[in-house]
């Protein structure tokens, strides 16, 4: 596609539900990032896939937290029992090989843990 | 810890003036990048400099790159009202192929 698309673009939860995000990256980009901001924060790693190598996944922050890309395309984040400090927006961005010509970030996932 | 980290934090100036924001970052990189954000969604890419580039420019924008002091500043010259956002800088450093993001300066720029 044209750029990365994330859905959805807003979530709400209940806490102790499990949720899913989905990122579409760009055809052709190998490299797929997701990150976490929390409200005026900075931007947290969470996972790197590149190409069909095992994925980075160092910056997942407890065991609830998953991700899968399929066919080294389509990405799914998902969060299984939701915490309120969970929190957050959630971007992915994608790039060519390792971004040595920058990061296409898509619009995010809103997601509040109620 | 963050690897690059942006200053100041906030900055509110009035449109016509120069906005300048630094970032300062740790250990050696490929390269730096500078984004920009709106509204807390995704980031757009601005502009790339290369850790043998010393200086970019693209429009309104200069970059500079001090490699010897592992700092970083983004120049927004004749600054509009569209201009305000948040705006952060992006590193690799050598053994990496994941970006880090500092906490970014919100620039406001007043009509």
């Known amino acids: 596609g044209a750029g990365v698309s994330q859905s959805p673009s807003n979530k709400v939860t209940e806490k102790g539900k499990d949720v899913e995000l989905r990122c579409d990256p760009i055809?052709?980009?190998?490299?797929l990032y997701w990150y976490r901001q929390s409200l005026g924060q900075g931007l947290e790693f969470l996972i790197y896939?590149?190409?069909?190598?095992?994925?980075?996944k160092s910056g997942l922050p407890s065991d609830r937290f998953s991700a899968e890309r399929t066919g080294g395309s389509v990405s799914t984040l998902t969060i299984q029992r939701t915490q309120q400090e969970d929190s957050a927006v959630y971007l992915c961005?994608?790039?060519?090989?390792?971004?040595?010509?920058?990061?296409?970030f898509g619009s995010g996932t809103r997601l509040t843990v109620v | 810890s963050q690897q690059g980290e942006e200053d100041p934090q906030a900055l509110s100036i009035q449109e016509g003036e120069n906005a300048t924001m630094n970032c300062s970052y740790k250990?050696?990189?490929?390269?730096l990048q500078w984004y920009r954000q709106n509204s807390g969604r995704g980031l757009v890419h601005l502009i790339l400099?290369?850790?043998?580039?010393r200086e970019k420019h693209s429009g309104r924008l200069r970059v500079t790159l001090d490699t010897s002091k592992k700092s970083s500043s983004l120049l927004i010259t004749a600054s509009r009202a569209a201009d305000t956002a948040s705006y952060f800088c992006?590193?690799?450093?050598?053994?990496?192929?994941?970006?880090?993001f500092g906490r970014g300066t919100s620039l406001i720029v007043h009509p």
């Open positions: 055809s052709g980009h190998t490299a």
């Open positions: 250990t050696s990189i490929n390269n």
């Open positions: 992006a590193t690799r450093s050598g053994g990496s192929y994941i970006p880090t």
């Open positions: 896939f590149q190409g069909n190598s095992a994925p980075d």
């Open positions: 961005a994608s790039s060519l090989d390792d971004g040595g010509y920058g990061y296409t």
């Open positions: 400099i290369r850790s043998n580039e």
